[in-house]
């Protein structure tokens, strides 16, 4: 994607007050974001690690939606390796989390959010080029698919969950 400047990315917040989209912290190297290599900028907030965010480039512009991230997916299964929904990468146990965004608009400010399980990093973009691997354990998931495929699948993912959050009406549609 291009490469996007802070400023830009807070601007660009759907789902939350200006204070929180002012609030978050980048990465510390957010200076060296490797922007040619990624298909949608995400990241954990440093100090806050429950408090995520995803910036997407689309059609109708930036736009970043506030992320809660959960701090360990319960119930059954949740020792076992699991499969982000996004990118496919297979990970073992805390690899992959569950990422709640609360609707933008009335809906979300009334408690509506909608979830997803994600890579826990929000590096999809870095597993599907094997410039980052998944902790022993986990693996990527054979695919004949080409990196191009599966660049657009993933992306396929990321727009229909940024969407679902955008425009809450349309969900399940
Ligand atoms: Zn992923």
Redesign the pocket.
């Known amino acids: 994607m291009e490469p996007f400047t802070e400023a830009q990315i807070r601007a660009a917040f759907i789902n939350c007050s200006q204070g929180d989209a002012s609030r978050i912290k980048l990465p510390a190297d957010f200076a060296a974001t490797p922007w040619s290599d990624l298909d949608y900028f995400g990241w954990v907030d440093p100090s806050a690690p429950l408090r995520a965010a995803m910036v997407v480039a689309d059609e109708d512009g930036l736009r970043a939606i506030m992320l809660r991230k959960a701090d360990r997916v319960s119930g059954r299964g949740a020792m076992r390796a699991s499969l982000?929904q996004?990118?496919l990468?297979s990970h073992p146990a805390g690899g992959v989390s569950l990422f709640t965004a609360a609707y933008a608009g009335p809906s979300g400010r009334n408690g509506n959010s909608v979830g997803e399980l994600?890579?826990s990093d929000l590096?999809?973009s870095l597993?599907l080029r094997g410039l980052r691997r998944p902790r022993s354990g986990g693996v990527r998931v054979e695919e004949t698919l080409s990196l191009q495929e599966r660049v657009d699948r993933?992306l396929r993912k990321i727009h229909g969950f940024v969407r679902r959050v955008a425009e809450p009406s349309t969900a399940g549609r």
């Open positions: 982000c996004a990118c990468t994600f890579c590096a999809c597993y993933e």
